[in-house]
């Protein structure tokens, strides 16, 4: 685990996420382990779902591939759980690395509790649970409108970055992949590359490129490249009376037409048809 946080702030900003939405919320570290949440208990229709094993397990890897969807969509992922309630979460990072995840969920997001029920019954049907039981507790719930879904969600984004610039949430100093990242976005402009970090921290190929899958999901040359690419357009928005070249060499490219090559296969046009582009949308 690379993650740390002040859990006594960070329950006493769950418990006002709660106060305010009437919605429970729930902090995971990166490896999706639940370190708090608010309330403690979870939904009485949960509860009655996790009775069975295969109930248990569905909402395990719904937790899951929320957190993985939400870390590479880099912002709130709302969506409907396996038994059919909506959840939303958010990544928490620092730098580019993930630290951690917000979640809220068990909202009974339907215009009436007939329509809720009826579409729970359906995904629930094969669970060994008892239906009577299940249909009472989700009668029991709010009808919950998208807009407040919305609206609660912007509100998690807001949260998870006040967790980060507070730094209740703060990467172990001493952790090999956070001394990496922190390095290579001070020095990705430069003459950076795998064999120069490897130097740099005395450690092997192997174990850098293992980091970077793990943690950027690409190569560590294939990160850089796109650090760099997102910088120049930045500039080529910014800086309008930059030339092309000052560019790619402010980015880290001393090869103009590698440059060239490099940004239009990942950003699918060339650097000036881009900063054409931007320009009209900005007008």
Known sequence: MISTFNLTKLYALLKDFYTITQIRITVFDETFRELAAYPEQ???VCQILRTDA???????????HACETAARERTAYTYQCHAGLTESIVPLYM???????????HVFAY????????????????YHVNMDA??????????ISTDYIQSAAHI???VASYLCLERMAIIGQKELPAQIDEYIMAHYTEEIDAQSICEHFKIGKT??????????????????????????????????KMNIS??????GFNDYNYFITMFKRLVGMPPKQYRQTQRRDFL
Not at 111 to 126: P, T
Not at 134 to 143: I, Q
């Open 134 to 143: 299940l249909k009472s507790a989700c009668y029991e719930r709010p009808l």
């Open 95 to 105: 730098g580019n690395i993930t630290i951690g995840y917000l979640l809220f969920g």
């Open 54 to 64: 295969n109930a248990r397990d569905e909402c395990k890897k719904c937790d899951a």
């Open 156 to 158: 998690l984004q807001a």
């Open 42 to 44: 979870i939904a009485p």
């Open 207 to 240: 174990t850098l490129y293992e980091i970077a899958n793990q943690n950027y999901g690409i190569g560590i040359a294939a990160h850089i490249r796109s650090l760099r690419i997102e910088k120049a357009k930045h500039l080529l928005t910014s800086q309008p």
């Open 111 to 126: 215009d009436s509790h007939e329509e809720g029920w009826a579409v729970i019954r359906k995904r629930c049907k094969d």
């Open 246 to 251: 000052e560019i790619a060499a402010a980015c």
